[in-house]
């Protein structure tokens, strides 16, 4: 069974950057499709980034686009999302996602997917 977890969170100054690591055990994640997840307080959870597993196509969120950057990392079985130019918007926690089969979709502005496994989070605070 696939499991993820997420890592990397923590405080960051306005305009700072930090990386996300998103890691998986039990099972490959050769082939899935991973995608990234904000939820900031008190609202409800978007996605903002996607991996697709087919061809490695990415998709990104409009909150993302030109900022984030979603990849396969160098460690095996993990994707990362490296944030860069974080704004207060850009505080809550982040969840990491991932299945198999699912396609990439991007509608109205956000990431989407029928995803299966899902981390627990990983909080994000933007502050100076």
């Known amino acids: 069974q696939l499991v993820v977890e997420e890592s990397g969170g923590g405080l960051v100054q306005p305009g700072g950057s930090l990386k996300l690591s998103c890691a998986a055990s039990?099972?490959?994640?050769?082939?899935?499709?991973v995608g990234w997840f904000h939820q900031a307080p008190g609202k409800e959870r978007q996605g903002i980034a996607c991996?697709?597993?087919?061809?490695?196509?990415?998709v990104y969120g409009d909150s993302a686009n030109g900022r984030f950057t979603i990849s396969r990392g160098n460690a095996r079985n993990t994707v990362t999302l490296q944030m860069n130019s974080l704004s207060a918007e850009d505080a809550g926690v982040y969840f990491c996602?991932?299945?198999?089969?699912?396609?990439?979709?991007?509608?109205?502005?956000?990431?989407?997917?029928?995803?299966?496994?899902w981390g627990r989070g990983t909080q994000v605070t933007v502050s100076s």
């Open positions: 039990g099972a490959s994640l050769d082939g899935v499709t």
């Open positions: 996602a991932a299945d198999a089969p699912t396609p990439c979709i991007y509608y109205n502005g956000h990431v989407w997917g029928d995803f299966g496994s």
């Open positions: 991996i697709s597993g087919r061809d490695r196509n990415t």
